[in-house]
């Protein structure tokens, strides 16, 4: 059979839909030339900043009073308003919160572009009616939907657990659920964990997870801010199905050097950060020294996990070198045992490398581009020792060099490409019965690049329509391209309404081998997508909408379809070396999201709800995986007392998870000693597993409560938080062990408390 002619979703052979959406970003991307020999216009563009560190405000309101007009920051600190009547006076207003505002009296040259930058000064303030308005402007038609984003200032205000975690964080989140107390491994609307990818700024983590997941690898005093996709991402994301959650790291403070210090009942952390010539650095660490945590979540048993993480980067900036340049290098490693000194347990040990080196350039037009070269490896291993349990060790490791580039015209609009090649190489040793180790890994390289243009010149309508060529795929062979169209739009009705909807194709070609019925996942190991498979593929359908009936008040309602083809699904019926190892699945999912937000001194409240139907479908097989949650309800409510008080609750509620249930036991002949006088008469109970996954938890549902208070004595500050976890001492089943039918629960009853110092 010719593999290479198979679906991929239905291969869009012929290719219509991808050459009709192409031909029309060309016409629209031609005819925006024409705006340019029109009226002379400027552009006004800006780098925003804390006036003490130096560091970048992401997401930050610029406002102009005379046009109306607002926009917003990116990631970076930076933005750009084309279009700008030139020789006027111009009233810029540039808020963020937490700081004080600031306002320009700017003049724009025609075809000229006027830099602006801006330091704010950090006070103890809140929103102002300056902030929102220009935030709301700034929002009038962007293309944001199943998109959430959470800046520097925000991180702090995140719902916790045992400690500040930005994975654990985004389980509050609609549509994202979690494996239970004990993981910070989630799942969006429907699809596994590894169909998410995690660039820490540009650079991908395999296994960003600590010991038993209880939180993640990533620190969050290290972090600037997070981009949150939890489908339709655009065209520059690639290689997964289902979302994107990109971590944008802290540059360091630009001025003067500093040092926080903290302490929680599983961890202590240091950070140090400070200037150097024409630049800046940042160093974090993190390092485990109690298990007190992690016996709650076996019935008070000690678990001899060790962990820590580490990240350093340094950034430089000289114009006496490159003119509007910047420079960075950066590195991320983390690495996790768990050694039980018992030979009738297996031992597990697992970690994570990253190395980027980034060039950022801003050009005399409103352009920016960049250029990475990075490289990411993570390795895995399972040493089964006398448990019975069958050893595995992967590794993986990737070399991927981008280009990315985005251009503003003075119609607004923006045009953004770039390219990618990615070299990946996976190692895969998996042990037989007899202890025999076999190596189904392999390497590949993938060529992709993007195009996309934002249509944004008109003020209630954007428009982000593009696409990805995938001139490769790992494992070769198979057709000569895989295209994957994007498109979304915003149309606003009204001023307080609008109407958002997405669709695209994704493809993903590293998957992970996973088992549904293993009830703790320790790391789940990677490969290549076997040639004899397609590429995995999905098709997003997104459609909601958004409303803001007050300054304070927010809602939004998302409804999706996503249809999944060619998913590599571990082959449990393979008796035959002959066997593929893998056979491909398919899988739906659907379902309605809303969320609503109120914000007025000194309250803040969040609500959401999600419906969610995910089913596979594998040899003819349809069933639920095991994070089809049908129901799930994230209510938090924030009180701030003022004089650095504040206090929260989070009370999370979901529908039981569907698992495999004991249909029952026979005895097996063992055979283990050939000279034994007891050959015949050695027997076990061999287990008996029903349908895949026709049983379901009973119901989920905690409340944590958290107390904080800031403390500032001169150049010394003292972050202190009391949080008492699953305050209602809620019972929930994380399993019972199918041994002993000992059961065993999630996270009970439990103080927590932290303590931050920074100078």
């Known amino acids: 059979m010719d593999h290479s002619k198979r679906n991929f979703p239905d291969k869009i052979r012929g290719n219509k839909t991808f050459l009709f959406l192409f031909t029309a970003l060309l016409i629209i991307f031609i005819s925006s030339f024409t705006n340019l020999y029109g009226q002379p216009k400027g552009v006004l563009r800006g780098f925003v900043a804390d006036s003490l560190s130096g560091e970048a405000l992401p997401y930050a309101n610029v406002y102009i009073k005379e046009l109306e007009r607002g926009a917003n920051t990116d990631n970076r600190g930076f933005f750009v308003m084309a279009s700008v009547p030139p020789e006027k006076k111009l009233t810029v207003s540039i808020s963020y919160v937490g700081y004080k505002s600031k306002q320009y009296i700017v003049r724009v040259d025609p075809y000229r572009v006027k830099d602006l930058r801006v330091e704010l000064i950090p006070i ?10 220009s935030q709301r402007v700034a929002k009038e038609n962007a293309t944001d939907l199943s998109l959430q984003r959470i800046a520097i200032r925000d991180l702090e205000t995140l719902p916790r657990g045992v400690e500040l975690d930005i994975f654990r964080s985004l389980q509050n989140l609609p549509g994202v659920q979690s494996g239970g107390d004990v993981s910070a491994r989630y799942y969006v609307r429907g699809s596994t964990s590894n169909q998410n990818l995690v660039l820490l700024d540009n650079v991908t983590i395999y296994n960003p997870f600590h010991a038993l997941g209880i939180f993640s690898s990533i620190d969050p005093d290290m972090v600037n801010s997070v981009e949150f996709y939890k489908g339709g991402f655009p065209a520059e994301y690639s290689t997964r199905l289902s979302s994107v959650l990109k971590v944008v790291t802290r540059d360091g403070n630009k001025n003067d050097f500093s040092a926080k ?16 010539p024409h630049g800046s650095f940042i160093l974090s660490g993190r390092k485990n020294y109690s298990d007190f945590i992690l016996k709650k979540f076996r019935n008070s048993n000690s678990l001899p996990a060790d962990f820590y993480d580490l990240f350093a980067k340094l950034n430089y900036s000289n114009d006496e070198f490159v003119k509007d340049a910047k420079f960075t290098i950066s590195a991320f490693s983390s690495q996790d045992q768990i050694q039980n000194n018992n030979l009738q347990l297996e031992d597990f040990k697992w970690s994570n490398q990253a190395f980027d080196i980034n060039y950022f350039q801003i050009s005399d037009s409103p352009l920016f581009y960049q250029v990475d070269v990075s490289s990411s490896s993570f390795n895995g291993e399972r040493i089964p020792n006398l448990s019975g349990a069958k050893g595995v060790n992967n590794e993986v490791s990737d070399v991927t060099m981008r280009m990315d580039f985005n251009y503003v015209y003075d119609s607004k609009n923006e045009l953004s490409g770039g390219f990618k090649i990615t070299e990946i190489h996976t190692k895969l040793f998996l042990e037989n019965f007899r202890g ?43 057709p000569a391209a895989f295209y994957e169209p994007r498109a979304s739009l915003t149309y606003r009705f009204i001023p307080q309404m609008a109407f958002k909807a997405s669709w695209g194709i994704y493809m993903q070609d590293l998957v992970t081998v996973s088992d549904e019925n293993e009830v703790v996942t320790i790391f789940e190991p990677w490969i290549i997508t076997p040639s004899y498979l397609n590429p995995s593929s999905a098709i997003h359908y997104i459609a909601g909408f958004e409303a803001n009936p007050s300054q304070n008040l927010s809602l939004t309602l998302e409804g999706y379809y996503k249809i999944m083809k060619d998913l590599a699904i571990v082959n449990d019926q393979k008796y035959f070396p002959t066997d593929n190892d893998f056979i491909p699945g398919s899988g739906t999912a659907y379902g309605l999201e809303f969320q609503t937000k109120f914000h007025e001194l000194p309250v803040d409240i969040n609500l959401s709800y999600s419906l969610l139907y995910s089913f596979k479908d594998v040899n003819g097989v349809r069933y639920s995986p095991r994070y089809d949650s049908r129901h799930n309800v994230n209510l938090s409510f924030e009180y701030d007392f003022g004089s650095g008080w504040s206090a929260s609750a989070v009370w999370n509620y979901s529908t039981g998870m569907p698992f495999t249930q004991i249909a029952g036991y026979y005895d097996k002949l063992q055979i283990d000693d050939l000279t034994s006088n007891y050959l015949l008469n050695s027997y076990y109970p061999f287990l008996i597993l029903s349908d895949q996954n026709i049983g379901r938890l009973p119901d989920y549902h905690r409340l944590d409560l958290n107390l904080s208070k800031k403390i500032q004595m001169g150049n010394l500050k003292i972050y202190a938080d009391l949080s008492l976890l699953n305050a209602y001492n809620r019972k929930n089943l994380f399993y019972f062990r199918r041994d002993t039918g000992e059961r065993v629960d999630m996270l009970p009853f439990l103080p927590s408390a932290s303590i931050k110092v920074e100078l």
């Open 436 to 478: 025999q180790s076999t190596d189904i890994g392999s390497h590949g390289v993938n060529i992709s690049a993007f195009l996309k243009y934002k249509l944004l010149q008109w003020s209630n309508l954007g428009v982000d329509i593009g696409g990805r060529v995938n001139a490769t795929r790992l494992a070769g062979g198979g």
């Open 124 to 133: 103890n303030i809140q929103l102002q009616t300056i902030e929102k308005t």
């Open 261 to 276: 210090a903290s302490l929680s009942l599983l961890t202590a952390k240091m950070m140090l950060e400070g200037p150097i």
